[in-house]
């Protein structure tokens, strides 16, 4: 949002919102009638809120102290039952706590009801959930963890059904009631969480039980007539494939008239459906279809087109996991859902706090009269805790500015807000490939301009504006001309700790704003914020821990983005000395012709953004490291790129004439494939090209299979011995990544091939395909036309869901014409990467003059669009890298090309020596901030290693749970980069080694924690797992740190970190270098050298220009 997010006084005059309220609510329309905001008296038995715990919320269910997570009415009371370690902050061996209340909102704390009390739970007393049976008897079923940390069911019941209360509760005799033998074939490590049972006209009780069998998650349905004795059906209730771990299950009907109405969970009829909802343990989603109880057979059948997995309906699109409804057959006759609101603190944190977790507010549920997914509203309990109402009048929100809503306590307060557009000519445009609306808030957060949005509320922010919680909406057009509404949650502002998680979450709203007001209702509880869109049809919640904006100094703003004034500064402290980048803008984007290097880029000219309308920049060199700015070679001009000339990738024919192939969007903003031939072959520099006349060359055609909004970047193409050409392009089908296959006789005429040349199901958009030949024992390149048995195949392709360029090797089957992996080969974001840290949309050629295959990468930016247009720029591409297949036949090597030695200056050797640990050696005597360096580890004593525990299967997970500051056995050690003089900035980059059951493992981490005090920048940790075996080699890395880019290349080049970061004081002559060794025992130098870099000759414009 620029300077009006910097400046709550800012006006402007261009697009207006207008916010209406009526009443207790508050409506907007790119207007404003009266908004209605109430203070929340504070309301549970815990204190208010003190000034030493600005974090402690007020009115939602939170224990006194430590971590909770997981309902019933009887007797008019409500009861609350929740996993709880009394222990400690962190998840661990819990017990079954448990609070009651008259009215859902003031909570009185009773007796643990379920400990561990028998052999059955032992070790923990885990998730579960109430039934009433007839006769009014509550139950309980939960998952124990028994002597052999074996998951099973166990039942338990009150001591006394005449307490209301039901303080004391006594576990089955008979316990374990369900378990895994191997008639059952469960998974007894995975097997856990039974549902409130449903009893049918057979008179049997049924019970679901979430699982998983190897990568599938299901559900298992058991059956019992007594409530004790339960079998297991012969089929999962349902199940789905490469799901994972299928937590805290909940399965109940719904009515289907659009009734706000609950229903008893054992309703069945032709007035409901069903709703079955999962808690994804990979991805810590709740998700949920909408669909048929089918009785006779006992299984569930989703709504048609319903799927259920990580891209389904969900609850709620933030930190929200592991929820349960229950029903409310009191007068009320509702469904309450409660879900677990996760923790964005890291586990320090948690226990300086002393507390860990919190439940969301209870939500009504019901079904949307579209029948399409539920909806979702605060209890209406909640209202009782309202005082102190402020109207706002009906207003207009100017373009650019934000209107302070005060008078109430901004930090414990109910807000409703509804907006009404006026016109939709500024709408931006949505291509279909923007499918992850998380991924668009992280991109377009509150501070990027947009035509209609982002406009809503900013909540806990401080006066300054350097912290805020913002929640808006941003409008868009579809390719067909309807109305897409995005409503996101932008937490990367929303504290300056910068250790916190300040992931910005995202859903699309079902609304129609050409017929209906935009609402908003958002409950704000000091450092939980619970948003609910269009009345409930969308909801995200955030955790956030401001340090300003906390008590009486938070404040709140309704606000409508403006516009920001480039301001190019060319001796800006990041910009790189020996990186590819233009001089100014938006970049992406190799050949070489008679001696000449021609680098091709993506560009947009106006501002430092992605946009449809990009062009083909051009830059030419001799080294590949000195860049001569060429004009743009390819601009919108035809229909069928007149939205866009987009990535692509050149070939050099036999006659040695260059041709590019290209992905153009066309006048119905559909991808098709373009052709372009230089214009003079006399012309070395190759400075103008002509586009074919026969454009487009490759289309989508309805028989071919091929979604056309979605088929773009052809790679560069190889012939083989039948004299035809052949070339991929990305695509996707269904949930299916493509490489689809065109094959042409005269570079002009492509036909698509029958089959893809390959495809993985599940990954999504496959963009940027890359499929090249490399020797087997060769240190060479090769064409990309070469086959025969000395050769492997490599097909790259970049995810667009995750933004990782992944990579298998295998073998090309030309008879068939089909690409076949490695067997093993794991074809998704947990497979084989060309680097693992900010690198996409990469691409390589062979460089016929030194016979070497060279890629390169763009690295995508870690700063805010607001930032990038500040500096007029933003994306660059990687150094240029070699690319060998190592002696493994296993994986690649990269290695920076031999050229960038030549600007080493300054050399600086350190002599062979231990670092103790726990200690540092300052590396001086040459620019630390734009260097070149070298070092070998030996580890003199493998004896004293840290175990490596085997569910730390995600070397990212790894590194960011063990960052650099945090000591180690053997590790961490390495480099700490661009290092201010006190620490309070650096990049480390560094190894770590553990020890499994029969090898060593060594993980290495580029960790960018530290890396700015900026709280507005991306600081994620990287890592990767490194093939190598301490015991024989030494551990090497090789680092390239050039300003706001450290490109880290360990074990020789078998694995990349490449990191882009922004410090604000490690700059220029104030940056540091260090080796270090913080975990206990002693690591060895063997060697170090560093030299500083020179300044490359980057876009210098050609003469004339």
């Known amino acids: 949002m620029a300077s009006s997010l910097h400046n709550p006084n800012h006006k402007s005059s261009a697009l207006t919102l207008l916010i209406t309220c009526i009443s207790v609510l508050c409506y907007g329309v790119m207007e404003l009638h009266a908004s209605h905001i109430y203070d929340y008296v504070h309301s549970q038995t815990v204190p208010v809120s003190p000034p030493h715990q600005p974090y402690r919320t007020g009115y939602h269910f939170q224990p006194v102290k430590n971590w909770i997570n997981a309902p019933m009415l009887y007797k008019g009371i409500y009861h609350l039952f929740y996993q709880y370690n009394p222990n400690g902050t962190k998840w661990g061996p819990p017990v079954w706590a448990h609070s009651t209340s008259t009215d859902l909102v003031n909570w009185t704390p009773q007796p643990i009801a379920i400990g561990p009390q028998t052999q059955a739970n032992k070790n923990g007393s885990w998730s579960g959930s109430a039934t009433i049976l007839p006769g009014n008897k509550p139950t309980i079923f939960f998952t124990g963890l028994d002597p052999k940390y074996i998951q099973v069911q166990n039942l338990a019941v009150p001591r006394d059904l005449l307490d209301p209360y039901l303080k004391e509760w006594t576990v089955a005799p008979e316990n374990p009631l369900i378990f895994a033998t191997p008639e059952n074939k469960i998974n007894g490590s995975a097997f856990r969480d039974p549902t409130t049972a449903w009893i049918l006209h057979d008179g049997h009780w049924r019970m679901l039980v979430g699982s998983r069998h190897k990568k599938r998650g299901l559900v298992l349905l058991f059956r019992s007539k007594d409530f004790v004795h339960w079998a297991k059906a012969k089929h999962p209730f349902y199940t789905v494939k490469d799901t994972g771990m299928w937590e805290c299950p909940d399965f109940f009907p719904v009515f289907i008239d659009g009734r706000h109405a609950g229903v008893d969970t054992s309703v069945i009829g032709t007035n409901v459906k069903h709703v079955l909802k999962i808690s994804l343990d990979d ?85 949307d009269k ?54 939709f000519k500024n709408a931006e445009k949505l291509t279909s490939e923007w499918n992850n609306p998380q991924m668009i808030c992280e991109r377009r957060g509150a501070s990027v301009k947009g035509g209609l949005g982002p406009f ?173 700015q060429q004009p743009i070679i390819l601009k919108p001009s035809e229909p069928y790129d007149i939205n866009g000339c987009w990535s692509g990738s050149v070939t050099l ?20 494939q373009n052709l372009a031939w230089p214009k003079d072959l006399s012309d070395p520099y190759l400075k103008e090209w002509v586009k074919s006349e026969r454009n487009p060359v490759m289309v989508a055609t309805p028989n071919s299979g091929i979604d056309a909004t979605t088929f773009r970047d052809p790679s560069t193409a190889w012939r083989l011995p039948d004299d035809k050409w052949r070339v991929t392009v990305g695509t996707l089908d269904g949930d299916r990544g493509s490489a689809v296959l065109f094959t042409s006789k005269d570079f002009e005429t492509w036909t698509a091939s029958d089959h893809p040349l390959h495809f993985a199901d599940g990954v999504g958009l496959w963009e940027c395909p890359d499929f090249f030949p490399v020797y087997i024992g060769k240190p060479l390149g090769v064409d990309t036309s070469v086959i025969g048995p000395e050769v492997k195949h490599v097909l790259k392709v970049s995810v667009f869901n995750s933004l990782h360029d992944i990579y298998t090797i295998g073998t090309y089957d030309t008879e068939r014409d089909v690409y076949i992996p490695n067997e093993g080969s794991i074809e998704n974001d947990m497979g084989l990467r060309l680097d693992y840290g900010k690198f996409y949309a ?98 003199p004593d493998l004896n004293n290693v840290e175990e490596f525990d085997p569910s730390w299967s995600n070397p990212q997970e790894l590194c960011g749970r063990k960052e650099a500051s945090l000591g180690g056995v053997l590790g961490p050690f390495g480099l700490l980069t661009l290092a201010s003089e006190g620490l309070e900035e650096y990049t480390a980059i560094f190894f770590r080694i ?39 080699e030494e ?65 210098q414009p050609a003469e004339g220009q």
């Open 842 to 939: 990469s691409k390589s050629f062979f460089d016929d003059k030194t016979n070497r295959r060279i890629l390169w990468g763009w690295i995508n930016e870690s700063s805010t669009q607001e930032d990038n247009a500040k500096r007029g720029w933003a994306g660059l591409q990687t150094v240029p890298r070699t690319i060998l297949l190592d002696k493994s036949r296993k994986q690649l090597v990269f290695w920076p090309i031999k050229e960038l030695e030549t600007l080493r200056e300054s050399q600086v050797n350190l002599p062979s020596q231990v670092i103790e640990g726990g200690s540092r050696i300052e590396i001086s005597g040459i620019t630390a901030s734009q260097a070149d360096v070298e070092v070998s580890f030996k580890i």
């Open 283 to 367: 991805t810590k989603h709740d998700v949920y279809t909408i669909g048929t109880y089918n009785t006779k057979k006992d299984v569930y059948i989703p709504d048609s087109g319903l799927v259920l997995n990580d891209l389904s309906l969900r609850y709620d699109y933030g930190k929200y996991y592991a929820s349960k409804t229950f029903y409310d057959d009191d007068s009320k006759k509702r469904r309450i859902l409660l879900g677990w609101v996760n923790e964005s603190s890291t586990p320090q944190d948690d226990q300086i706090k002393g507390w860990s977790g919190i439940h969301t507010i209870p939500r009504a549920i019901w079904l």
């Open 456 to 628: 809503g509320l900013l909540t806990l922010a401080s006066k300054g504006l350097e912290e805020y919680t913002a929640i808006f909406f941003r409008i868009f057009k579809t390719q067909h001309e309807k109305i897409a509404v995005l409503m996101c949650s932008d937490q990367s502002r929303s504290s300056l700790n910068r250790k916190n998680d300040l992931t910005n979450f995202g859903t699309f709203v079902d609304v129609d704003p050409t017929q209906e007001d935009i609402s908003l209702r958002v409950l704000i509880d000091h450092s939980v914020v619970e948003s609910f869109g269009a009345k409930g049809k969308s909801v995200i919640t955030a955790r956030v821990y401001p340090k300003l904006a906390i008590d009486d100094k938070a404040l709140l703003y309704a606000f409508n983005n403006g516009t920001t004034n480039k301001d190019l500064n060319m001796n800006d402290p990041y910009r790189t000395a020996f990186h590819f980048q233009p001089s100014e803008n938006w970049m992406n984007g190799p050949m070489i012709y008679n001696g000449v290097y021609h680098f091709f880029y993506q560009h947009y000219p106006y501002e430092p953004a992605w946009h449809f309308e990009i062009e083909w920049g051009h830059s030419t060199s001799t080294d590949l490291i000195n860049w001569t």
């Open 1035 to 1099: 551990l090497t890395l090789r680092i390239l740190i050039d300003h706001s880019v450290v490109e880290s290349f360990g074990a020789k080049g078998k694995n990349c970190i490449t990191a882009r970061v922004y410090p604000t004081l490690a700059i220029n002559d104030k940056a540091k270098l260090y080796a270090f060794n913080y975990g206990t025992e002693d690591v060895k130098i063997t060697s170090l050298t560093a030299w500083s870099m020179k300044k490359a000759r980057i876009n």
């Open 994 to 1032: 553990f020890k499994a059951s029969n090898k060593y493992v060594v993980v290495m981490c580029s960790d960018q924690s530290k890396s700015s005090l900026n709280p507005t920048t991306d600081k994620l940790t990287y890592g990767t797992f490194v093939d190598v075996d301490p015991v024989h």
């Open 653 to 672: 024919l036999p006659d040695n004439k260059p041709a590019i192939l290209y992905t153009g969007v066309d006048k119905d903003k559909f991808q098709v």
């Open 370 to 423: 579209s029948g399409k997914q539920l909806i979702q509203w605060p209890i209406s309990e909640i209202e009782s805790l309202r005082e102190k109402p402020i109207k706002l009048p009906t207003q207009v929100i100017k373009e650019g500015s934000t209107i302070e809503v005060s008078g109430v306590s901004a930090t414990q307060a109910d807000v409703q807000i509804s907006f009404k557009i006026n016109h």
